[in-house]
């Protein structure tokens, strides 16, 4: 038999990113990152469930107005509580018969010394940060198992994971738990070709990104960023967008920087 392979063989990645007939599920479903990844998803054909925290409930009719009803399902889910999660998946499965893309986008953050947090507070962010993404990617690897037809899951992590900053004990914590959870995921989830990665941002100017870093503390942490700014909620939807697409489909286990350099260092 022989042993050489055909170099002008060619995996079919789609150029155009098209995802016609997809299904992804958005935790955190209204927040910024997720709205402009809905929007690219939307934009490539895929259909959408948007998973959004009950505090955030008076806001689902003005954002359900911005979409077509037919292409977007909203569904209430608190993703720490297991129970929500399996009955937010299966209205999501019932509903358009399958899932094939996950995107962890639910997060919290506090802000404090070490010696300031205390249990409470630590536990609200790993629960978030955390314990959120490993319910709903077994959830979602579940269903994506039982199909048979892959899938991608896509966490949102940052890079708080990978470098220390100060007052991020509890979510530096429990997004560098999320990039060691994504590599088991990764591994175990691969023969059914099932992908599982990660994204870090910088900053990003959400809503809640730009207020926590307006002013001297914004400018003096762009010093820190070789590129000199923030990240935008559409470069990192860019990125949930390829991670999503097929052209990913020989990436698992990774964790993509979107920071601007700012680990380099």
Request: hydrophobic content about 45%; glycine content about 10%.
């Amino acid at each position: 038999m022989s042993g050489e392979y055909d170099v002008n063989l060619r995996y079919g990645v789609n150029i155009e990113q098209d995802l016609t007939g997809k299904v992804a599920v958005v935790t955190g479903g209204l927040g910024g990152i997720a709205m402009a990844s809905n929007a690219m998803l939307l934009e490539k054909g895929a259909r959408l469930a948007l998973l959004y925290p009950p505090f955030e409930s008076d806001k689902v009719a003005g954002v359900q107005d911005q979409f077509a009803a037919d292409r977007v399902l909203l569904v209430c889910c608190d993703v720490t509580d297991p129970a929500s999660v399996e009955a937010a998946f299966d209205r999501v499965e019932q509903h358009y018969g399958q899932i094939d893309i996950l995107v962890n986008c639910a997060g919290y953050v506090m802000l404090q010394p070490v010696l300031e947090t205390d249990f409470a507070e630590w536990q609200k962010q790993i629960d978030v940060n955390l314990t959120g993404p490993f319910l709903c990617s077994q959830a979602a690897g579940k269903r994506m198992v039982r199909a048979g037809n892959g899938g991608k899951i896509i966490n949102i992590a940052s890079q708080a994971a990978s470098i220390a900053i100060d007052n991020h004990v509890a979510y530096t914590s429990a997004k560098a738990g999320l990039l060691g959870m994504t590599k088991v995921m990764a591994k175990e989830f691969a023969p059914y070709r099932i992908n599982v990665n990660t994204l870090s941002p910088t900053v990003v100017l959400t809503p809640m990104g730009e207020k926590a870093w307006r002013g001297e503390k914004g400018e003096q942490m762009k010093k820190l960023i070789p590129l000199g700014r923030f990240a935008y909620t559409d470069e990192i939807a860019a990125a949930v967008l390829f991670f999503a697409s097929n052209g990913s489909d020989m990436i698992t286990g990774a964790d993509l920087m979107i920071d601007g350099g700012f680990t380099i260092w």
